[in-house]
């Protein structure tokens, strides 16, 4: 094959954890927003250098605008290629993209080749790649999935994660969203990540998981903090079998009170938070929360919490959304310890596995 080789995305998937580099060649910006996972990124062009071009283009012409280009674009990759592979063989294989498979990726492969590295570009760059995950997460059977519900603080997380460490397949999209899924559930030290970036973390996961198991997810309304549930998704885990925890109200207040710590150490940070809730409940109610925050009585908060907004709502909506959960198997924690949840992961792992992996 001669090389740099030009290739799409479809005829590339299946052969993509082979390459021993996936370098993004597009600004810290574009990057940012989203990316082929497990790429690196080496702009050839930064995005303060993106400006300055564009800008040229614009108020002088193309020729002086590319004249500039080409001199970053060429110490850029020069820098790249010190900084990060100049140690590697002849057989090191890069697989090298951009925007839309252009002029940034093809000058990084071009010289990448020329160098004698076996280096890929991406026909049609991020925006075939992008392309492509819209319509797979349309198009592509979605496993059978298994939805876990349960009131707020019942553990619903917590089990996901046993299950994860134990082997079962689990889409835990409340870790992929970086958000816990209700007005008080964003995580004050990590940002959502955009839209494009959540769906691509779930294609990743749901184009490794085996179609012969089952894969665990809990069940999401259709927004997770500000990112929305990709519809086909949403569709089919309404449709599936659900599983019922339960867990006491006071261990629910337990158990809250070590999952959002964040909280207790600032009421400040609640009290803010519980204003959004002012037009469902109240200000009579929300200045009377603002006041249990306030004066640290935190377990009374987060029982009142459960009791007059979190129950209500979930009662209202877990019917209504999930046809099957009516016919949910029960698993009921006694408590919050580690061995409690991993009983419990245990033995829906066990009771989902084929007979095959039984047999192992």
Not at 123 to 132: E, N
Not at 232 to 256: E, F, G, I
Not at 261 to 277: A, G, M, R, V, Y
Request: with cysteine; aromatic share 6%; net charge neutral.
């Amino acid at each position: 094959m001669k090389y740099p080789a030009l290739e799409n995305f479809a005829s590339l998937l299946p052969r993509l954890d082979q390459f021993d580099c996936i370098i993004d060649a597009r600004s810290e910006s574009e990057f940012a927003l989203d990316h082929i996972p497990g790429a690196i990124n080496c702009p050839v062009l930064s995005d303060p250098e993106r400006v300055r071009v564009g800008t040229m283009y614009k108020q002088i012409n193309a020729f002086e605008a590319k004249k500039v280009g080409a001199a970053l674009v060429a110490k850029n990759i020069a820098r790249h290629i010190e900084t990060l592979w100049l140690d590697k063989p002849k057989e090191w294989r890069p697989l090298v993209y951009c925007w839309r498979g252009g002029n940034r990726s093809g000058s990084m492969a071009l010289i990448l080749a020329k160098i004698g590295w076996p280096a890929v570009q991406l026909d049609g760059g991020y925006k075939a790649y992008r392309a492509h995950v819209s319509a797979a997460l349309l198009e592509t059977p979605l496993p059978e999935f298994k939805v876990i519900c349960g009131t707020t603080g019942s553990g619903k997380s917590r089990l996901l994660q046993v299950l994860d460490s134990i082997g079962a397949q689990v889409l835990d999209l409340e870790q992929l969203a970086a958000h816990r899924g209700s007005v008080l559930g964003n995580l004050p030290s990590k940002p959502q990540p955009s839209q494009k970036m959540f769906e691509t973390l779930i294609w990743e996961k749901l184009r490794r998981f085996d179609p012969a198991r089952p894969v665990f997810v809990e069940s999401e309304s259709k927004k997770v903090g500000q990112l929305r549930v990709p519809d086909a998704l949403m569709d089919k885990m309404r449709q599936s079998p659900c599983v019922s925890l339960t867990l006491s109200r006071p261990n629910r207040v337990r158990l809250l009170m070590e999952d959002y710590q964040h909280f207790t150490e600032s009421p400040d940070t609640l009290n803010t938070q519980l204003d959004c809730l002012t037009q469902l409940h109240g200000r009579d109610k929300i200045d009377s929360w603002h006041a249990l925050a306030s004066g640290g009585q935190m377990p009374v908060l987060v029982d009142e919490l459960l009791a007059a907004h979190y129950d209500p709502a979930y009662l209202r909506s877990i019917d209504r959304n999930f046809i099957q959960v009516g016919q949910a198997e029960v698993v009921q924690l006694d408590d919050i310890g580690e061995a409690d949840f991993l009983a419990a992961a245990h033995h829906l792992h066990a009771a989902s596995a084929s007979p095959d992996m039984l047999t192992a």
